[in-house]
């Protein structure tokens, strides 16, 4: 996965793979734009693969003005993608998703919830989903 900046309000998530032959890639989804201001206008809120199961990917978006955490999955390849929310209407961002090594299916991705001014200036949580 890697993000593409269309501009600094328009970050987009893409996945590629490789054939054997050549780079396969698609966009997965809308990031929304920079998580912590204009000091760093190319920081989008994260996306993460889960190694255990390549077809599913988790990130965090930007919906409505906040940044949410959303799991897609896809049926091909990658060539399409279905996106569900695990975290909606939030009153803080939802950021930087990690998948759980080794997970059971109890516990998959772990976040950080909070507020995020910069790398240097933010007040966090840890949050974890069993969904």
Known sequence: ????????????????RWTGTAWDCHEICAAGAFIDGPTQPYYSGGIVLDHAEPSIVYCSRQVNGQWEIYRYTTP??????????????????????????????????LWLSG????YHLYDLALMGSIK
């Open 1 to 16: 996965m890697f993000a593409k900046f269309e501009s600094t309000l328009d970050h987009r998530y893409w996945y590629g």
């Open 115 to 118: 507020a995020y001014t910069s």
């Open 76 to 109: 091909d390849g990658g060539a399409t993608w279905t996106g569900i929310p695990i975290t909606s209407g939030s009153a803080s961002k939802q950021i930087r998703p990690v998948v759980v090594r080794n997970h059971s299916a109890a516990l998959k991705v």
